[in-house]
């Protein structure tokens, strides 16, 4: 890598399948990796195709979706600092889902087979690797019961605070992308989505034009999604 070759290193510590290791290390598994800037819709990967690289987000967001008797249904949509494709390359070899910018991303583009090469002879990052990833599919299975035990208002509240770093008191915020695509991630319908906003005003939550909303009270809303069932 060149040009942001530091800002990418420092950046990478705060990726779990990157946290703990040695520089010299993730500069020796990184050998080869190319920094790419990406315009809206532009395609990374495709369901089916084989694994040639694998990808950090850096910046921006990615659509993950998945297609099924000719409909497309989104299941996630990765942001700064997420790992794609990582779990294909240790699989079947070939991407388990298509992913596609949203707006414009930054991505570091990771050869597969060389990395997984690397791999094989670093048994203790290995390791590592798994534990991170065993930890992911901890957090995705929780995502997954969310979505099952939650209502639709909860769903959409936890949405709206992983985009808040405040813990308590006011909160301004704005859709990341298109709120039907906010609708697909969280597993409800558009107008499911306009209902949530509409019930998250009791708890203080208000919708704006331009995307924007506003959380009156950040530690009101956090309770209301912590709750086991809601009206």
């Known amino acids: ?123 203790d990052i290995m390791l590592h690797m798994l534990a991170t990833m065993s930890l992911r599919l901890r957090m995705l299975i929780r995502q997954i019961a969310e979505l099952k035990l939650k209502t639709t208002a909860q769903r959409l509240g936890s949405f709206l605070l992983t985009m808040v770093e405040a813990e308590t008191g006011r909160a301004e915020l704005r859709f990341p992308y298109d709120k039907r695509l906010v609708a697909d991630q969280l597993g409800m319908k558009p107008e499911s989505l306009s209902r949530a906003l509409a019930k998250l005003a009791r708890q203080g939550v208000e919708s704006l034009p331009d995307n924007l909303v506003v959380i009156a009270r950040v530690e009101r809303l956090r309770e209301f999604c912590a709750e086991d069932e809601v009206g």
């Open 1 to 123: 890598m060149q040009g942001l070759e530091r800002d990418v290193l420092l950046q990478l510590q705060f990726v779990p399948l990157f946290t703990g290791l040695m520089e010299k290390d993730v500069r020796g598994l990184l050998d080869g990796a190319e920094l790419r800037v990406l315009t809206h819709e532009h395609e990374l990967y495709r369901e089916g195709q084989p694994v040639e690289f694998f990808y950090v987000v850096l910046d921006g967001h990615v659509e993950l979706s998945l297609e099924s008797g000719g409909r497309r249904s989104v299941v996630d949509v990765a942001r700064r600092n997420a790992v794609l494709g990582d779990a294909a390359m240790f699989g079947s070899g070939r991407y388990i889902m298509t992913a596609r910018v949203l707006t414009q991303a930054t991505v570091l583009a990771i050869p597969a087979v060389a990395f997984r090469a690397r791999l094989e002879e670093r048994f």
